[in-house]
């Protein structure tokens, strides 16, 4: 079984300002651990993903994921806010092989502040 | 490389009407996924096929079927619409095995409301 809790359904940060998206999840098995973003009326697109290499993980648009397995938590970093990150992220889990389902986390919509 | 693709982007039934909707996989891919995805709420997954059988369900009712072709395009059906069916649904691509990375790649989405 698995399962993904984002805390903070919003967030609000000024532009130009640390971002951080929290992330926590439960597997019985390794994971593999993904961000996804969505901007209003479109579809998924993949920012990051940790597939058991490097724990620090960079991913587009100058987003970072650390995987901590201490913690079960994958937070969505990014130094310096931008208008254009304003959407909503998702947290993703699934079993290491992929070979079945995705879940996801109940997605946390950004808002920056100019 | 193309991208995947749904249709329609679009659609209004009634209750009780069946729908199918449409997804175009990536290229190279040998795995879709669909998921239904409610307003304000994360996408859940309705269930994955790969090599043209299906590979797993989620907690979605006998009502909600699919299918995938030789060319790895995709059906997702749905008969005896309810109002809840109401949502945004996602068609994933991925490539298992043959050194695929198991990374999902996602449509715009078919915006289905049942009326």
């Known amino acids: 079984a698995q399962s993904v809790t984002q805390l903070g359904s919003h967030v609000s940060v000024s532009e130009g300002a640390l971002v951080l998206l929290r992330c926590n999840y439960s597997s019985s098995v390794p994971p593999y651990l993904f961000w996804y973003v969505q901007y209003p009326n479109q579809g998924l697109q993949l920012l990051l993903k940790?597939?058991?290499?490097?724990?620090l993980v960079k991913g587009i648009n100058g987003f970072e994921a650390e995987f901590k397995k201490s913690e079960t938590s994958f937070h969505l970093t990014k130094p310096s806010a931008h208008m254009s990150d304003a959407a909503e992220y998702f947290c993703a889990v699934t079993p290491s092989g992929g070979y079945q389902k995705v879940t996801f986390g109940i997605g946390t919509k950004l808002q920056v502040i100019p | 490389e193309t991208g995947v693709t749904q249709s329609p982007t679009h659609l209004i039934k009634t209750r009780g009407q069946q729908v199918t909707l449409r997804c175009s996989s990536q290229?190279?891919?040998?795995?879709v996924s669909w998921y239904q995805q409610a307003l304000g709420q994360g996408p859940q997954f309705i269930f994955q096929?790969?090599?043209?059988?299906?590979?797993g369900r989620g907690n979605f009712p006998p009502r909600f079927s699919g299918l995938q072709f030789p060319n790895y395009s995709s059906e997702l059906n749905v008969n005896a619409l309810e109002l809840d069916d109401s949502a945004l649904y996602l068609c994933?691509?991925?490539?298992?095995?043959?050194?695929?990375?198991?990374?999902?790649?996602f449509g715009p989405g078919t915006r289905l409301t049942v009326l």
């Open positions: 290229s190279g891919h040998n795995t």
């Open positions: 940790y597939t058991s290499a490097a724990t």
């Open positions: 994933a691509s991925s490539s298992i095995g043959g050194g695929g990375t198991d990374t999902q790649y």
């Open positions: 096929y790969y090599r043209e059988e299906e590979n």
